[in-house]
Every structure is written in C-alpha cells, then in structure tokens.
C-alpha cells in the first residue's frame, strides 16, 4: 500500500524559499502524476501543481511564478519549491498521488505538514 | 478558470440523506471526484468519476453529475459522517487541478 510522507522546515522566513519534499514508500513513482495541494488554517483546499514521472508538470496560474515541482525517481522523492513567501502562504501541504491521468483523483494523500511563514 | 460553488454548510439529522452540491457552468461535462475531511485530518477521496466509490467506502456514499450540478449524497447519516467535503475538477483549458468552496456536514 502506497503511503506518502511529507517533511520540510515547519518555519520559513518572508520573502525566502519554501522547499518540502514527499518520500513515497511501498510503491514506485513510475507511471504516475504527483501533486501538492495547500490548505491555509481553517480554510479551504488549493491545488499547487502536478508533475508527472517522466517531469511534466502543471501549476496553478495564480502560483506558477514562484513554484517548482521536481520528481527524483532514485530517491522515490517529489519536491515543492515556492519563492518569495509570504504570510498568505502559511497552510499544511500536503502531497498526493494522481494516476496514470493527470484528471485521476488524489489518492492517497499523505499526512500533511505545517508551514508557518513568519519574519 | 473554473470555480466550483459548494454550500458553506448542511445540517442533517442521524438516519436522513444529506446531499451536497458543486456547481458549475457545464460541470456535467467534467468528472468530479469527493473528498471527506474531518479535523485535524487529511482528505479522503470518497467518489471518484462521478459516481465510483473506492474500497472501503461505505454505499451510504454515492455521487451524480449532470448539467451544471454535481451532488455528493449521503444516505442513512451517521455522526461519524460529519466532517468538510470538498469536490475537484481538472480544468482542461487551463491544465490545472481546481477543488470547490468546500461544505461543513453537521449531524444534529
């Protein structure tokens, strides 16, 4: 059973660079679309960007210019890179498996992980 | 850009149906999958295109989509159904994944 687990500072300074990483164990990347999907405290769920395993990636319009999606396939790893932080950007993150399609749904997520962005 | 428009909130009894919408322009031409959060938990997808229901989730669950409404219905609530929904779309003219507004369930 695919289980997803994110890690990452739970602290990052304005105007710096948030970079979290989703390791994947008990399943491969191989042949699937990964995304990472934010939710600010007691508000709703927003999708960040997808990326496929061969390193296709999509993102949402109102974030593209500061995030990166990777995919380390020897590390069974997905990486999240979002610059220029600021307080709106404070959210749990959370990563989640797509499928083989990019309009798959997100299943199974992974636990999630507190991002506080404070000066 | 899509923007899937979901009840802030619905308030059940124990044993009735709760049913829940998202709405859009044109959503029936789009698969929608659901997803359960209760808090301090990550969402659980609980419908899929449409209307499949994954392993393990009860057939109390069960989903529609047509025209310009999608609807998640629960029947025979249980208080342990209470939790946030939220629906989700891929929007195909902009390549990028979309979720709706999200609704509380209350089980009085």
């Known amino acids: 059973q695919v289980q997803l687990q994110e890690s990452g500072p739970g602290l990052v300074k304005t105007s710096e660079t948030l970079s979290l990483t989703c390791t994947v164990s008990g399943g491969s990347i191989n042949g699937y679309y990964w995304s990472w999907i934010r939710q600010p405290p007691g508000k709703g769920l927003e999708w960040i960007g997808s990326i496929y395993f061969t390193g296709s990636s999509n993102y949402n319009p109102s974030l593209k210019s500061r995030v990166i999606v990777s995919v380390d396939m020897s590390q069974n790893q997905i990486s999240l890179s979002l610059t220029s932080v600021t307080a709106a950007d404070t959210a749990v993150y959370y990563c989640?498996?797509?499928?083989?399609?990019?309009?798959?749904?997100?299943?199974?997520w992974g636990q999630g992980t507190l991002v506080t962005v404070s000066s | 850009s899509y923007v899937l428009t979901q009840p802030p909130s619905v308030s059940v009894a124990p044993g009735k149906t709760a049913r829940i919408t998202c709405g859009e322009n044109n959503i029936g031409t789009k698969t929608v999958h659901w997803y359960q959060q209760k808090p301090g938990q990550a969402p659980v997808l609980v419908i899929y295109y449409d209307t499949d229901r994954p392993s393990g989730i009860p057939e109390r669950f069960s989903g529609s989509n047509s025209g310009d409404t999608a609807t998640l219905t629960i029947s025979r609530v249980e208080a342990g159904d209470e939790a946030d929904y939220y629906c989700?779309?891929?929007?195909?003219?902009?390549?990028?994944?979309?979720f709706g507004t999200g609704t509380k369930v209350t089980v009085l």
């Open positions: 989700q779309v891929w929007d195909s003219s902009s390549n990028h994944g979309v």
């Open positions: 989640a498996r797509d499928g083989p399609h990019y309009y798959d749904p997100f299943d199974p």
